[in-house]
């Protein structure tokens, strides 16, 4: 079993690697981030239950982090598009 601190530390480390996963969700084609970030939901759903969490708190934690987690995903597309936006607007 693993101790509070222990648990926080896990979850902490997950908040922690949002902006990577949402690094790989934007290199992920279109037609696979679907299926790619509902693995991720299930991935931190899993984890929050391994550490002994009631089924209502992992729900609640797990729609906090993947709004956090699409939130930055769109901010990344976004960053990644912007300086193709600038070059045709500059054309334009």
Same mark, same amino acid.
Request: aromatic share 4%.
């Given at each position: 079993? &693993? ?14 690697? /949002? ?9 992920? *084609? /279109?037609?696979? !981030? #679907? !299926? #790619? ?9 899993? &984890? ?5 969490? *009631? ?13 956090? +987690?699409?939130?930055? &995903? ?5 960053? &990644?598009?912007? *300086? +193709?936006? /600038?070059?045709?607007?500059? +054309?334009?």
């Amino acid at each position: 079993m &693993t101790s509070s601190s222990e648990q926080d530390e896990i979850l902490e480390a997950a908040v922690a690697g /949002i902006p990577r996963v949402a690094q790989v969700i934007v290199e992920t *084609p /279109i037609e696979h !981030r #679907a !299926r #790619a970030l509902d693995a991720v939901e299930r991935s931190y759903r899993q &984890t929050v239950r391994d550490l002994g969490h *009631p089924e209502e708190d992992a729900k609640i934690w797990v729609s906090a982090v993947m709004f956090r +987690l699409l939130a930055a &995903t769109e901010e990344q597309e976004g960053a &990644t598009l912007s *300086p +193709l936006k /600038i070059s045709h607007e500059e +054309l334009v």
